[in-house]
């Protein structure tokens, strides 16, 4: 009979990866919410410059990169589902409609009126 042991990596490498899918399921549990990124060291007991690492390693960006990232593709849904631009921007929690559309642009290269409605 074999026993494995965990070793003291694989502690540790499974501690990282509860605390990456903590502040993964944070981010997208408050997207329709303003967080304060400052709030996640106190969820994973860390700082922010050693969580920000971890999370990169997992999901190849910062949390300050995903966030955004997530609400732009939460957008896109609530479009297609014929909710307006101002609404979309204001359910999402953005500063303004303006900021949204800019934001919305930069990272799919359309504006937020194309995707209105439409099945792209």
Known sequence: ?????????????????DIFETIRAYLEDNLESDIDM???PDLANMRYDKLSRL????????????YPDRKIKK??????SGLSVKETSYRLCF???YYFSRLFKKKTGESPHCFKGTGK
Do not use: W
Not at 1 to 17: F, R, S
Not at 75 to 80: H, I
């Open 55 to 66: 999370f990169q390693e997992r999901a190849g960006v910062t949390p300050h990169q995903y």
């Open 95 to 97: 500063d303004s409609p």
């Open 38 to 40: 400052s709030e996640l």
């Open 75 to 80: 957008a896109v849904l609530l479009l297609r």
């Open 1 to 17: 009979m074999m026993v494995l042991h965990n070793t003291p990596e694989a502690c540790i490498d499974n501690q990282k990866n």
